[in-house]
Every structure is written in structure tokens, then in C-alpha cells.
């Protein structure tokens, strides 16, 4: 009889083991469900501390998404509601671009962050949509920065000059923010003619949009023009020329805008009226060929005298010489300055 007793006992303690042993296996089941099924989160708020209300569309502000940028936390714990609107939900999408996030990803960010299904509700549409703000650039903004990289350099020149073309998208949004332009031509080697340029886009010191785009540039300049029709080998003096506002389709730097560069030369081909005069139809004379009488001009610092001399050698504008001073007999060195002038330095 006491055998039978005692198994019975140890029966309806092994019966008791095990039943503790399933009540744990269920709670560790329970526990990991919660873990790995966000979806348990989705509860009534009727039981919780505080309850998430997901918009069905929203508008990012930044690069980065928090919970409280999407949904209305309502709780009167002041710090459980900005816990809760701080929780990291990822990237925020590019402008004219929509991110979907689900309720089960707003559920799986809430539950990493700590909080258990009785402390926080859910509520929500399945997916919910987030845009980025964005701000519309005024074309306005763009061309002033294109025609300070294009135009600098002209105007510097005294040159009026403008952008006569610069294709542009018919609109151009970017991040909400500081806006800075910056353009770029460098390497074109005519403004006149369609050339690239590219335009850089920074938002708060950041780059958010890069754009290529083509631009043509229209300038006007006082230049030396032919006064007359010239011919070729014509030597150039005054009154062939005067200074004229002309529309430039050429490089800057070949127009002649003083006088002084045609001394001495004449023309490699014949010019019409009113056609500019440019340094690559110029060719260099002989202005000075021995035997012939020039003017000596003497300059130091404060004094500066003229004497009449002798050419020994030929030579064009800007050549060294040697020339002799008729009075005295000396023989010395002397830039040639125009024809019959030669210069020297005392």
C-alpha cells in the first residue's frame, strides 16, 4: 500500500513538472512571436499608454525619416511621445520621388526600439506614402550664375555682352533649404557658338542636382573697323580706321582695340568697310631700312630729347637696331617705335 502511495505521489509530481515545463515553452512562444511578427503591434489603443496614428500620406522635410514625421503620437507622457516621434525609420525619398513604407515596418521600428504591444498602439493605413518638400528654382537664379562663369572675362574686356541662349528644364525642384548656384564653361574656345555648360545645385552647402546644359553668348565691343575698302598688302595709317561698336563672333583677344598695334604692319588679306580690324590679318613690315633718316628719341626719367640719325641696320616695329647720331658720330642701339622713329633709353 505504501508503494502504491508513493507512486502516485511521484505521478502527480511529474504531471506538475511537466505542465510548468509547457506553461514556459508557451510563454517563450508567445515571446518570440511578438518578436518576429510585428504584426502582433497592430493593436486596438483601447489598453495602451500611448497610440500611433500613421497618416496615409506624408512630407519629408529632410534626408532622414523619424516616426513623427509620418504619424500623430497621442499620449500624455510628454517623454514617451518624443521617444516615440524620434524612433529612425531610414532615408527620406528624392524629390519628385514616393517611398511606401508598411505597417508591419512601422511596427517592426516601434518594437526594435523597445516598446512592447501594451505600451503602444498602432493605427494606420497597410502602406504609407512619404514625399520630400521641395522647392521650385528660378531660372532666374541659374542664368545669373552661367553668365557670371561666361561673361566675366568679356565684360572685364569692356565688352557688353549677354546670354543669348541657355536651355533649361521647364522646372527644376530641389530639397527645401539654402540654395546655392554654381556653373561651369571652362575650355569653351568660342562663347559665340552653342557650348556646354554645367550647373551644380547645392542645398545647405550640400550637392543635390547637377545639370549639363547648352548656352551661346551674344557680345558688343568698341573695335578698330576699317573706315574704307583696304587691299591687300595695304599698309595701315591713320584715317584708315576707326573705333566702332561691333557685334563680336570671334575670340576677344584678336580684336584690335588700339591704335598702337598697327604701326608698322599692314594687311594680309583686303578688308571691306566697316570690317574689323583682327591681329591674324596683320603682317609685320620693314619700317626702317639702312641708310634712312630717323628720328632718335632720348628718354630718361624726367628728361626726353630728339636728335635726327642714321639707320645701319633694317628692322620692324619693336626690333633693336644700331643707329648713328648725326651730330655726334656715335654709333649705339635703338628700339624701333614706328616708321622713321627709333627709341633708345639714357
Known sequence: MKDEAMMRIEGRMRRAIGAK?????FSMLVFLFFILHPSSLILSSTSARAV???KTESIARSDHLTLGDIALVETNDKLLRETLRSIELGYAPNVGAVREITKQKIALAISAAGFSPGVVGLEGPGIALVRRQSQQVDATLLKTAVERAALL???NG????????????AKIEVPTGTLETRASCGGIRNLFLPFAVSIELRVDGRLVKRLSTTAQVEAFAPVLVAVRDLTERKRLREGDYEIKAV????????????????????????????EAITTDLLV?????????????????????????????????????IQVKNLQSGMLFQAVIVDEGIVSVRF
Not at 598702337?260 to 594687311?267: F, I, K, Q
Not at 632718335?296 to 620692324?316: K, P, Q, W, Y
Request: hydrophobic content about 40%; aromatic content about 2%.
Open 158 to 169: 569692356g565688352a557688353n555682352a549677354r546670354l543669348s541662349r541657355l536651355d533649361l528644364p
Open 247 to 274: 557685334r563680336l563672333d570671334r575670340d576677344p583677344s584678336l580684336y584690335v582695340t588700339e591704335a598702337s598695334r598697327l604701326r608698322g604692319v599692314a594687311l594680309a588679306r583686303s578688308l571691306a568697310r566697316g
Open 21 to 25: 515545463k509547457e506553461k514556459s515553452v
Open 52 to 54: 500611433v496614428r500613421v
Open 284 to 320: 609685320q613690315e620693314i619700317v626702317v631700312k639702312p641708310g634712312d633718316s630717323v628720328h632718335i628719341v632720348g628718354e630718361s626719367d624726367s628728361v626726353s630729347l630728339t636728335v635726327v640719325g642714321e639707320a645701319r641696320a633694317a628692322g620692324r616695329v619693336g626690333d633693336r
Open 153 to 155: 572675362n568679356l565684360q
